[in-house]
């Protein structure tokens, strides 16, 4: 699928990604700035912080249990549409996905 990442200052970023990756990794590959994922994807870290644009929420999903909690350590404000990228597998029902980087992430 195709995901595009939008900067603080509203530049866009499309990159493509294969289906059964992560979009933390589709950042990183493609050196999106502002994506550190320090921990490599663990849901530890909550540095590959995302702000799912609200349109699309609803076919990306909720965070998990542990994300969730994740979540809760993010260097920019919580939103409710908030997610680690490094929980989000991507597949072809998710081509088109527009997600925002935040200010921070450490
Ligand atoms: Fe660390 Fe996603 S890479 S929580």
Do not use: W
């Amino acid at each position: 699928p195709i995901v595009i990442f939008q900067s603080p200052d509203g530049t866009q970023r499309k990159v493509s990604a294969a289906s059964g990756t992560v979009l933390m990794q589709a950042a990183v590959s493609n050196d999106v700035e502002g994506i550190v994922a320090e921990c490599g994807g663990n849901a530890a870290c909550a540095t590959c912080h995302v702000y799912v644009e609200a349109t699309h929420a609803e076919r990306v999903g909720p965070p998990g249990d542990v994300e969730d909690e994740m979540l809760d350590f993010t260097a920019a404000e919580r939103r409710p549409t908030s997610r680690l990228s490094c929980q989000i597998e991507l597949s072809d029902a998710l081509d088109g996905l527009v997600v925002q980087v935040p200010e921070e992430q450490v």
